[in-house]
Every structure is written in structure tokens, then in C-alpha cells.
């Protein structure tokens, strides 16, 4: 159920973010989510592209660092307190999440968040008990 | 098995003896050169000094010092101080940074420096029942001839392989089972690799490595020394001097002695000249005592280092200097301690990050900051930040460790330090723009 993120390592200058994103839109990728973590000297960028293999070799061939993680695409309910019910079920079964954020607009009436977690297989199941959906790369339109 | 020497009443004198011999040959040299070298004397006259005032060692702080600038100027001959029928050799350097400079030898010079080398061997454990592979170059490059004479002297098998061509060497070192190799410490891992990978490990029968001619570091030295089971030993020269074997390891590995019956050495601060203490750090001098043809009076090494007389368990009495730390020319003083931009080098390297660096020493508030720009590379990327930082506060610490100062750490993209003519700009100092 995981599917494929892209992490590239990104100098804090001023205009390295759209030169990446340029050159990932020159090459006709279309971006699902994106999200940074910083230091003051440098940045991760995060993203979920629409092809992860197309994506990679790009950006390696124009002198980028990046690496890929398994990541998961997680269902949360369009309502007030959504997100709620997803940290509770995680929170009482002690699962450590290292980082989330969403995903760009809506593959169905939920909205979906990007989750990093140790024993994802375990998570899967027990979100799946819980009537949680995980999605998977095709129903987010992945490559 | 017991210490042996090939010149021991040189090598083990007593400090008497030793001082009584540079006293004596000091004065000769001075008085030669004086005779036969108008650019010497001219140079002597401008510091208003004359043989008659150097009456031992303790006078040698009164000569003027000499450059590699005087060599280019007295480019080829202004500095011969034997009638060019006297000598026999030359040998030059490779000249990457400007005019070549030209050393000239006579028999007697070239047989001293033969000893200074076979010295080198016997102190790596070298008989006349070794195969002594010499791997370094041959040519006007003092290595190959150097190490082939040292070898010859001690008696060893001698194959004069010169450097390159890594399947003959790997040959000749299996099939006539070559114990010593005397090559540069970067050849060496070179031809570590190219055995592991075809598999020769257990048809090498190397004891003892002679490595020099370029910087290399302990690291590289453990490194080495795993890779080929054998005991890696430093030996140091300058063509200029005369070539390698200036100064040698013994067993102890704790620095090299200096051949001081043919060279005495004085540590200077590269900036007021000033003569330092013993046991300071400064750039080495050499003042060569026995040459003939080539002497040089007071030269300056550029390379920073440390004297030491405290005892050595081989037994040897000869002063030993420390691998050197840098040259004068890229030493930075940054909140007043000597930073070199080798020993960051090595820190990088040690900590698995690639030797493409760049220094950035700037002055703010008054006071020194020095940032150490590493480029990222796959190799060391991760998805977590946790581990980055991690390993950034690990480089600090490395530094910290080596520099007794703090070094900021900046990772950077790749390729994204300047470089200019091909060459990377390894540092920049704000505080002189
Ligand atoms: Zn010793």
C-alpha cells in the first residue's frame, strides 16, 4: 500500500525551490503533494509526483540529490475533527509518525494526508480495522 | 629482533658528537659557498655577513634564508658551486607551479644521498635478502633514482619498475615476490584495489612499504597497511634538497628522523622569520651541510611541522620531525590558532564526506568565524533531517577535535563550489577583501 516519495535536498537560496519545480514542469510532471522541512542552511523537499521514476532521473540528471522513501497516503474524512479519528487510532496503538502533511485536492469526497511511519505494514492493518482508507498509487493517479 | 642500522655511529651519536660534527661541516659549507656561489655571497654581503662570523651552528641564524624564488632566479646555474665537469646528475621538479627547478649532484653528492635512502630501507627492516619493488618514477623525478640507489646500497634485489603500468608491477611484485615497495602512498592504494580485485591477496609477500612524495594521512597509513599486511613507513625529501630520505620512519612511527649529519633543520615562524624553540610548530628550514654541487644554506621548505628529541625506541638519536601539518603558504590563522586546509581535508574524509570543501573565514564583530562549506552527496542523503543534523553535529565535533576551534558546517548542493580554471577555490578570506 506504500507508495513512492521523493526527497531532494535543496540549498536555502533564493529561486532553488522553482528551479526545481521549473524543471519538473518542463518535463511534464505533475506534482500530488509537496511539503519542506527546514534548517536555516538547508531544506528537504518532500513531494509526491505523478511519475516517481521520470521524476527521479530528472532531477538526478540536472545535478540534484535526491532519494526516495516509502510513504502512505492516508483517507481523512472531509468533516470537522477528521483528522482526529486518524491520530486517536494511531495515538492509542503508539505509533510513532515522523512527519505528514496533505495531499493537493481531492481524489474523492476525503482528503488525503501523506504519513512517514515506522512497520507501515502493521499501520495499514490497523488503520484498515479502524474503516480508515489507505490509498493506493493508482486511485492518486501514480505512475 | 634486534634494531639495525645501516650508518648506526651516525645514526645512534650522541647529541655531542652530532652538534660537533654540524659545527665543523657547517663551517666548510659556508666558506664553499662563499668561494664558488657570487649569488650566495651577494646575498650574504646584503645581511653583512661572511664566513668569518659562522662559527657553528649557533651562528646559523645570522645566514640569510633562500627561496624557491632564488632558485628560479638563478635558474640553471647561479647556484652550482662545483664546475659543471664535477658533477654528474641532475634531477629536477615537476615545475606545475611555474619555472622547473634544476638540482645538480656530483658522484660524492649522489652517493650520500644514496645512504640517506638505504638508511630509509634498513629502518624499515630491509637486508640484502629483500626484493626492494621501486614503483616510484624514474627519471628527472628524484623517487625511482633515490630509492634504486638506497636499495642497491643495502643490497636488496632491486626491480626498478618506475611508476605506472599496474598489471607488470602486480607481475613482477608475484612472480619474484617482492617484500618492500617504495612508491607514493596514493599508488599504493592504488594497487591495494587492483590486487583485492583480481584476487593476488595471498600471492603478496610485502613486509614493509617505503611511501612519500605527496601528504597522506594516518588513516590512509592504517588503511594501507590492512589492505596489504604490511608496515607502511614515511620518508620526506625535496629535490631540492637532494631528493627522498632527508628524513625517514623507523618502527616506532611516531615521525621521521631527520639525517642530521647531512642536514640540519631549524623551525622559523613563517611570518616574522623569527628561529623557534624546540618543540614549536613552524616552517621547517634545511641547511644541507654535505653537498657539493647544490648546497643550499637556510632553505625554506614551506612545510609546517614539529621537532622532537625526545628519546626513540629504536634507538636512533636523530631529531624526528612530524609529518607535515601543511605548507606556510596555505596556513590561515583564524582566532589565532594555525588552521590548514589539509587537516579539514582529512576530517571530510575521515567522516565519509567527499574532499570537495570550500573555507570561508570572515570577521564578524571583531571576532574570526571560519565555515566549512561539504557538498552534499547520494551517498550521505537521507529522508530524515534527524539524521543530517546528526551528522553535520558529528563533523563539528570532528573538526572541533582537530582545529581546537569551532568550525560552522554548511552543507551545500553539488557542484555548487566555485571553481575557477577547473581548479576548486578552497578558500576564501573575507577579512583580507
Ligand atoms: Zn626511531
Partial sequence: MAIKQITVFLENRAGRLLEITQLLADNKIDLRALNIAETTDYGLLRIIADDTEKALTVLKENGAIATTTDVLA?????????LNTLLRVLANANV???????IFGHADENAYMILQLAEADEVVALLQKNDIIVATEEKLGIN | MAER??????ECASREEMVALQNERLVA???HVW????YYRKKMEEKGVTPDDIKGIEDLHKLPFLTKDDLR???PYGLLAKPLADCVRIQSTSGTTGKRVV??????????WEDCCARAIVAAGGTNEDVCQVAYGYGLFTGGPGMNGGSHKVGCLTLPMSSGNTDRQLQFMTDLGATIICCTPSYAEYLAESIHERGLRDQIKLKAGIFGAEAWSEEMRHDIEAQLGLKAYDIYGLTETSGPGVAFECSEQTGMHINEDHFIAEIIDPDTLEVLPEGSQGELVFTSITKEAFPLLRYRTKDITVLSREKCSCGRTLVKMHKPMGRSDDMLIVKGVNVFPSQIEAVLLENGYPANYQIVVDRVNHSDTIEVLVEMTPEIFSDSLGHITEMEKELVSALKAMLGIYAKVRLVEPKSIARSEGKAVRVIDKRKI
Fill in chain 2, 35 to 38: 668561494d664558488n656561489v657570487p
Fill in chain 2, 103 to 112: 638540482a645538480f649532484y656530483t658522484q660524492h653528492d649522489v652517493d650520500l
Fill in chain 2, 29 to 31: 659549507q659556508v666558506k
Fill in chain 2, 73 to 75: 632566479e638563478a635558474y
Fill in chain 1, 96 to 102: 510513532d509518525v515522523s512527519y505528514m502533511y496533505s
Fill in chain 2, 5 to 10: 642500522y645501516y650508518q648506526k655511529d651516525m
Fill in chain 1, 74 to 82: 492516508v483517507a481523512v474524512p472531509n468533516v470537522s475533527g477528521g
